[in-house]
T-cell receptor, first 115, second 115 residues
Framework: AQSVTQLGSHVSVSEGALVLLRCNYSSSVPPYLFWYVQYPNQGLQLLLKYTSAATLVKGINGFEAEFKKSETSFHLTKPSAHMSDAAEYFCAVAESNFGNEKLTFGTGTRLTIIP | GAVVSQHPSRVICKSGTSVKIECRSLDFQATTMFWYRQFPKKSLMLMATSNEGSKATYEQGVEKDKFLINHASLTLSTLTVTSAHPEDSSFYIC???????????FGPGTRLTVL
């Protein structure tokens, strides 16, 4: 069974500061890993995904994440926070079983940007 | 990018009535669609997976007679909440993908309020 743990339900950073959102996963097979962003009353938008290629994945809006198998982690980072980054962020894992890739989501991290 | 729409975005209904929510893939053929439920300040919970032309596969604990899913075409899936009760009030989000190795694209969600 697969699972995702997001450490910190709320993270606050100052505008221009580093953003670090933590995600650890558990999977019985090589995982596919995703970060999604959700703005209030909206659906989810894909930020980036890892599918067993490069371990450092670059996404939209300046975000990137690094897959570390030894640490079973897939933390999301952005060098300089912008006010528009304030949102809910979800990490998700899918076990790469062909034709049966259900996403399991973490509980989310609410990112607040301090002006 | 791939676009998924949902209709309606918000619906309020009386207890005991049925509500239908539509999920459409606008610029790709969605062989598989997923229905999620999101409680306030909680993560997404997968309710069911539907493949075009087949019966939906429901997750454990989800009542298939309560949440009817139809995926009759490659661009449309519907979720009908039958005999809705206040505890069914939630944010329902669909996602769609073209192939098993493709990313899931999420709709904007439908907020259901049952009075």
């Amino acid at each position: 069974a697969q699972s995702v743990t997001q450490l910190g339900s709320h993270v606050s950073v100052s505008e221009g500061a580093l953003v670090l959102l933590r995600c650890n996963y558990s999977s019985s097979v090589p995982p596919y890993l995703f970060w999604y962003v959700q703005y209030p009353n909206q659906g989810l938008q894909l930020l980036l995904k890892y599918t067993s290629a490069a371990t450092l994945v670059k996404g939209i809006n300046g975000f990137e994440a690094e897959f570390k198998k030894s640490e079973t982690s897939f933390h999301l980072t952005k060098p300089s926070a912008h006010m528009s980054d304030a949102a809910e962020y979800f990490c998700a894992v899918a076990e790469s079983n062909f034709g049966n890739e259900k996403l399991t989501f973490g509980t989310g991290t609410r990112l607040t940007i301090i002006p | 990018g791939a676009v998924v729409s949902q209709h309606p975005s918000r619906v309020i209904c009386k207890s005991g009535t049925s509500v239908k929510i539509e999920c459409r893939s606008l610029d790709f053929q969605a062989t598989t669609m997923f229905w999620y439920r999101q409680f306030p300040k909680k993560s997404l919970m997968l309710m069911a997976t539907s493949n075009e032309g087949s019966k939906a596969t429901y997750e454990q604990g989800v009542e298939k007679d309560k949440f009817l899913i139809n995926h009759a075409s490659l661009t449309l899936s519907t979720l009908t909440v039958t005999s809705a009760h206040p505890e069914d009030s939630s944010f329902y989000i669909c996602s769609a993908r073209d192939s098993p190795w493709d990313t899931q694209y999420f709709g904007p969600g439908t907020r259901l309020t049952v009075l």
